[in-house]
């Protein structure tokens, strides 16, 4: 991230995006982070030497940490954010290269939280997303073959009600004879909602920027229920104390 900070203000500064995640941010916990923040974002981050994760939030997004979520062994960022129509509980993830047993220990861990955030906020929305260096034959693009972080993602997504929806190569490698692959991906309870796209990258970045549009209605004025009023003002107290 320190390498691309410049791209990562430039996009902010021309696209504007209500939120932008950033997973493998390689940066130890600063004691002085004022050099990435940028004007008109507020910055949340769990930063890890070799991991970590962090968000840009625009200052008119409604949003809250939902810190109690999260486990300080894996590189994860948990939000709840209201958008005044509908509440949204995203997961920025990043799974580093560990071995499989580390691996299912953070798919168990996402499982759990999430069942947590949706328990607390049963109408919410649910979105995970980020480097989850995974691969599945059956699921991922390309489509060659499955490892065990393919498998645990898989599961994950099907036990959550998710639908994948990058469809195509979000790392493009720099090595002659090795596969584009699509590590990056955005997990959705709600898939009609939204449309991805995905571009070049920030900088000097090796994964390609993913682009999330969602599209909100607004509420049903004629889906209300029946309610009682009481008019104490107009009743007859003296008839019914009689």
Same mark, same amino acid.
């Given at each position: ?47 890890? #030497?070799?991991?970590? *994760? ?8 409604? +949003?809250?940490? %939902?810190?109690?979520?999260? &486990? /300080? ?94 469809? #195509?190569?979000?790392? *493009? ?8 692959? +699509?590590?990056? %991906?955005?997990?959705?309870? &709600? /898939? ?51």
């Amino acid at each position: 991230m320190h390498s691309n900070i410049n791209a990562v203000h430039h996009h902010l500064e021309t696209d504007k995006p209500h939120l932008l995640f950033l997973t493998e941010t390689q940066i130890r916990c600063p004691s002085d982070a004022a050099y990435l923040n940028y004007p008109g974002y507020s910055l949340e981050h769990h930063f890890r #030497q070799r991991a970590g *994760v962090c968000v840009y939030v625009r200052n008119d997004i409604c +949003c809250q940490r %939902l810190r109690h979520l999260e &486990d /300080p062994d894996f590189s994860t960022l948990w939000l709840l954010v209201d958008t005044g129509m509908d509440k949204i509980v995203y997961a920025c993830v990043y799974r580093s290269h560990s071995g499989d047993q580390e691996t299912t220990r953070l798919f168990d861990h996402l499982s759990m939280a999430a069942d947590t955030a949706l328990h607390r906020h049963p109408d919410a929305q649910f979105v995970a997303l980020g480097d989850f260096n995974a691969c599945h034959q059956d699921w991922l693009f390309p489509y060659q073959r499955t490892d065990h972080a393919g498998r645990e993602a898989r599961n994950f997504a099907v036990s959550m009600g998710l639908s994948q929806l990058v469809k #195509q190569a979000t790392r *493009v490698p720099d090595i002659a004879g090795h596969t584009a692959n +699509c590590l990056d %991906l955005l997990l959705t309870t &709600d /898939p009609d909602r939204c449309i991805v796209t995905v571009s070049s990258p920030l900088g000097t970045s090796d994964h390609c920027l993913v682009k999330s549009v969602t599209s909100f209605s607004p509420p049903d004025c004629d889906s209300r229920g029946e309610r009682r009023v009481w008019r104490y003002k107009s009743a007859d107290w003296d008839e019914m104390t009689d």
